[in-house]
């Protein structure tokens, strides 16, 4: 039963929980972690761990997407960033971290940063750029994940997938089943996924209804949260992922039973940062995850330790930080590969390394040899 609560006369909330508010509660059986098997799929593609990077120019480099294929993770490209709008990538990109290391500490937000982001987005996009450098990528081998927002999907889409992309991301911090623009053709989404040739992973949805109607768009995945935003500063907006998860969890259990059959995966994005929050996440029905700050310190990485969303660049309301996460700040250390950060081994205790190691710990521990079933875990409410 739902738990509301009076917050005023006339006016109830709905009491819901975040990732570190609950915790995993083991049984009495227990397995090794060598038995247990992270891989997941999306429609004809199967991967090895169920990692999805955030369509950010701060990780998507043409090498950190192929390393990610290689350890068995999905790296996503970002349509609309600096791929097609710039020629020298690596200068961009580069501008935006001496920008961020030069800004003063007390201004967390890094305004200056925001403002060359929003600087370096202004350009236009040259389609034929992106196009080379999406068909690099597919070149290598690794499998290619693009990401557009809802309102360019029906621009860029079949652009992106003829120059190479094998699954289509639309997302945007918070999307419905359709886009309405004043003056504008709506976006059906059921319409326009029916009309493309590649999966379609879409998100991202907070609730029930929306996750429902996404599903029934024929979306192959749907994606929970609004990743790492400020929308609960700049719009009021903050999705409690254990609640939302488990929701759209709901969801894809009736859609199951209405479809006779077809399963819709679902992709956690927000409040991960340790392998702990992983495990909670796919505790609470989740398939997979998608991380941003977690994977900024890898030496792959285009940001080199310096990490911004997606949203970060928005020209006239941005919601993300451009922000270096404190483990990279260290003076002197060599940055982790993306195989330590993914698949170890560490030496740091908390969680933030070896993710994938801890995940397979933790389904071990509780007794679960596959991610579907670890759906099924004990879970405890912390306070």
């Known amino acids: 039963m739902r738990d509301y609560v009076e917050i005023g006369v006339g006016r109830e909330a709905r009491r819901t929980y975040s990732l570190e508010d609950i915790s995993i509660v083991p049984s009495r059986r227990t397995r090794s972690s060598s038995d247990v098997d992270t891989t997941w799929h999306i429609d004809a593609y199967t ?189 009021g907006i903050e999705v409690p992922m254990a609640t939302a998860i488990a929701d759209v969890a709901a969801a894809r259990r009736e859609y199951l039973d209405e479809t006779g059959g077809r399963y819709v995966h679902i992709i956690a994005d927000g409040e991960l940062s340790t392998s702990g929050d992983i495990a909670k996440a796919i505790a609470c029905g989740a398939d997979a995850v998608m991380l941003g700050t977690t994977l900024a310190p890898a030496a792959e990485a285009a940001g080199k330790g310096c990490f911004w969303p997606a949203v970060a660049a928005h020209p006239r309301f941005p919601r993300g930080l451009v922000e270096t996460p404190q483990e990279c700040l260290t003076e002197g250390v060599e940055p982790p590969s993306l195989e330590k950060i993914l698949q170890g081994p560490a030496a740091d205790p908390f969680g933030n390394q070896n993710i994938v190691g801890g995940l397979r710990r933790a389904m071990a521990k509780c007794g679960y040899t596959d991610l579907k079933s670890f759906q099924k875990v004990g879970l405890a409410v912390k306070r």
């Open 47 to 235: 991967f090895g761990i169920p990692v999805m990077s955030h369509p950010t120019d701060a990780l998507a480099s043409p090498e950190f997407v192929i390393e990610m294929d290689r350890q068995g993770g999905l790296g996503v490209i970002n349509a609309e960033g600096l791929w097609g709008r710039q020629a020298d990538l690596d200068a961009a990109v580069a501008r935006v971290v001496e920008t961020v290391n030069a800004v003063d500490s007390m201004d967390f937000t890094g305004e200056q940063a925001i403002a060359l982001l929003q600087e370096l987005h202004s350009a236009p996009i040259d389609e034929d750029l992106l196009a080379e450098r999406i068909g690099e990528v597919r070149a290598s081998g690794a499998t290619v994940a693009v990401r557009v927002s809802p309102q360019r999907a029906r621009e860029l889409a079949p652009m992106v997938i003829e120059a190479g992309a094998e699954i289509l991301v639309i997302q945007g911090t918070m999307i419905s089943a359709e886009h309405v623009a004043t003056g504008g053709e709506p976006l059906n989404l059921k319409e326009f996924i029916g009309s493309l040739e590649v999966p379609v992973i879409a998100g991202g949805v907070a609730d029930y209804t929306t996750a429902m109607h996404l599903m029934r768009t024929g979306a192959a995945g749907v994606i929970v949260g609004g990743g790492t935003s400020t929308n609960e500063y700049a719009l």
